[in-house]
């Protein structure tokens, strides 16, 4: 059973690039969780989708960042004219079902994003 | 509002000895507590998780976390550290509306042989 899968695990961009980052859920989780992690800080929650459903947003920055999860295919975070402030790691994690915190989040490997 | 503080940056401790790693808490309702563990170049692993009934609550690889309301701490301990145990260790408290985690800036463990 595979786990959550982002790709890819590395991206280079120059500034003024853009940036898809992709996520697959685990198989039957329909949740989708975005969370970025700065050098030396904790993550930090960016959005909260559900397919075709934008659920929670309230952690995105207001320009440049969009998230996607369509009825089929892999959640996209979309990064627009990058700059170097967006150097990161960005995770994604999945859950089976609304729940709140019942439901345990399961984490991918992340996608570090170098902006030069 | 929500926060989780973990006052420790980097932790030092030699193989064999016991562990314990520090994560305060704010939040106004009954807390949703997780300990996640990272290693290095990897995603989020869940450790354990507290949501009600034994504040003492037991998780995978031999860690487990006691709830304290009355300090708001949620501390994470092992008694007999590996040096496989080597990693990041990072709190986390549910804390928004929709279920999304609010993590503390996480507790680098180094394991000395």
């Known amino acids: 059973n595979a786990g959550v899968m982002q790709n890819p695990r590395h991206l280079v961009r120059r500034r003024g690039q853009e940036a898809r980052l992709r996520c697959s859920p685990m198989k039957g989780h329909s949740h989708v969780y975005w969370y970025r992690q700065l050098p030396e800080e904790g993550l930090k929650f960016m959005v909260y989708l559900q397919k075709e459903n934008i659920i929670d947003e309230s952690g995105m920055p207001k320009e440049r960042f969009s998230a996607e999860f369509p009825k089929e295919g892999p959640s996209i975070l979309r990064i627009q004219q990058v700059v170097r402030g967006d150097s990161a790691a960005y995770f994604c994690a999945s859950s089976p079902r609304a729940g709140g915190y019942q439901e345990t989040q399961y984490f991918g490997p992340g996608t570090r994003l170098l902006v030069l | 509002a929500q926060s989780v503080t973990q006052p420790d940056i980097h932790i030092t401790v030699s193989e064999g000895a016991s562990l314990e790693l520090r994560c305060n808490y704010s939040?106004?309702?009954?807390?949703?507590l997780f300990w996640y563990v990272q290693s290095p170049g990897q995603g989020l692993q869940l450790l354990l998780k507290?949501?009600?009934?034994?504040?003492l609550v037991q998780g995978i690889k031999g860690f487990e976390a006691e709830f304290k309301r009355s300090q708001s701490s949620f501390n994470l301990r092992k008694p007999s550290v590996h040096w496989s145990d080597a990693a990041e260790y990072f709190c986390?408290?549910?804390?928004?509306?929709?279920?999304?985690?609010?993590f503390g800036k996480g507790t680098k463990l180094s394991v000395k042989p």
């Open positions: 986390a408290v549910g804390g928004g509306s929709q279920g999304n985690l609010i």
């Open positions: 939040y106004g309702a009954t807390p949703y």
């Open positions: 507290y949501f009600s009934g034994d504040t």
